[in-house]
């Protein structure tokens, strides 16, 4: 069964440190998300991707995060200059060109800890 | 804009119990509803989906029924299993290049 793939699962990496975190999702959807869990708390929507652009963010995204699709298979979420605060969850997922039954496969996550 | 409000855990029940998880939803428009089950160390997996009004998605002996008139998706089982102990989210969505909405999850815990 097809699924979305995630790496790392698991990063430490030092405040003010650059982190780019990996996805590879499903390969024939056109839609794509980062989600962020920070640690017992709800799952929060980053920003959606599609057509090579973004197509919404939440204000959670600010200027420290960027995504991109550098091949036809992975899709990246950097975020530039970490803080403690962006320790948590990040799940990927993908949708395909499904109309409104709107369902997102998600990846197993990447867990970041910022020290 | 949209939000979805689900009952705060945890929710703690013996084997066998019978469940609910109710999740009331506020959004324009018709969005698609979903319960989604996170185990212990894993992702958000989907667990069942409604994508119009009186529509009942089921697995796993889960059931969730969307109903438009009290804007609400709960999610039942008639007898819990240790196995079901998880975190549990209700979203919404509409498709295409929206994102889902999230609950903040309600944890099960179920006792032998």
């Known amino acids: 069964e097809p699924e979305v793939t995630q790496t790392p699962s698991h990063q430490v990496t030092q405040m003010g440190q650059e982190v780019i975190l990996r996805c590879v999702p499903i390969?024939?959807?056109?839609?794509f998300y980062w989600y962020r869990q920070i640690l017992g708390q709800k799952v929060e929507f980053l920003v959606s991707?599609?057509?090579?652009?973004?197509?919404?963010k939440s204000e959670i995204f600010d200027d420290q995060f960027s995504v991109e699709r550098p091949d036809g298979s992975n899709f990246t979420l950097k975020i530039r200059s970490t803080k403690l605060e962006d320790s948590a969850m990040y799940f990927c997922?993908?949708?395909?060109?499904?109309?409104?039954?709107?369902?997102?496969?998600f990846g197993e996550g990447s867990r970041l800890t910022v020290l | 804009g949209n939000s979805v409000t689900q009952m705060e855990g945890p929710v703690t029940l013996s084997e066998e119990a019978f469940l609910t998880i109710n999740c009331t939803y506020t959004?324009?428009?018709?969005?698609?509803l979903f319960w989604y089950v996170q185990y212990p160390g894993e992702g958000l997996q989907l667990l069942l989906k409604?994508?119009?009004?009186?529509d009942k998605g089921s697995n796993k002996g889960f059931e969730a029924t969307y109903r438009k008139e009290t804007t609400s998706f709960h999610l039942e089982k008639g007898s819990v299993q240790v196995s079901d102990s998880a975190v549990y989210f209700c979203?919404?969505?509409?498709?295409?290049?929206?994102?889902?909405?999230f609950g903040k999850g309600t944890h099960l815990i179920i006792q032998p």
């Open positions: 997922a993908s949708r395909s060109l499904d109309g409104r039954t709107g369902e997102l496969f």
């Open positions: 390969s024939n959807h056109l839609y």
């Open positions: 991707f599609y057509n090579n652009e973004i197509s919404e």
């Open positions: 959004a324009t428009g018709y969005p698609s």
């Open positions: 409604a994508t119009k009004a009186d």
């Open positions: 979203a919404l969505g509409g498709g295409g290049a929206d994102g889902l909405t």
